[in-house]
């Protein structure tokens, strides 16, 4: 789990890869209940019926799968007790990407992220700073915390390992 931009689908894929776990990307399996992209989804029917898909596929992956690796969205964690959820069914990491490196990162992506896509640079480094501060108290509760900028997939596995 992490911010949008913070790395999650590339290092659980990495991830999935080293472990030769199953890997998920929560939007790719949103998109495929919707048959829709996020950002359709957004658009026509609302940010609660994403979040609504959102909790159903979460609940389908980790009912499906014994082991598995998942990126989740950035919001998952904040919405109908997933945190919970997340934490009961298997080991959580929270990537804590610094603002200014998801900040450069999230310019070069803002027209496939529908949250953003309408910011200038300022307003979106408002809105980076002010969704973290908010979603920092569910991120928190991870089991594991990954602040080292970049993350080195050694280190993340020895991490998951001594949980």
């Not at 998942?70 to 919001?75: D, I, K, S, T, V």
């Not at 929270?94 to 953003?116: A, M, V």
């Amino acid at each position: 789990m992490g911010f949008m931009g913070s790395g999650k689908t590339y290092w659980g894929s990495q991830l999935s890869k080293k472990l030769e776990f199953p890997f998920f990307d929560l939007d790719e399996m949103i998109m495929r209940l919707a048959n829709k992209s996020i950002t359709e989804i957004f658009e026509q029917d609302g940010e609660e019926k994403f979040r609504t898909l959102e909790k159903e596929a979460l609940y389908m992956i980790t009912e499906g799968h014994d082991k598995f690796i998942l990126a989740c969205g950035g919001g998952t964690p904040c919405f109908f007790n997933n945190i919970d959820y997340m934490n009961q069914s298997g080991i959580t990491v929270w990537i804590n990407t610094p603002s200014e490196i998801l900040l450069d990162r999230l310019i070069k992506e803002k027209s496939k992220r529908p949250l953003i896509k309408n910011l200038n640079e300022e307003q979106l480094y408002a809105f980076i700073l002010k969704k973290m501060a908010d979603r920092k108290i569910f991120y928190e509760q991870a089991k594991i915390k990954i602040d080292e900028a970049p993350v080195l997939l050694e280190n993340l596995i020895q991490k998951i390992f001594h949980a």
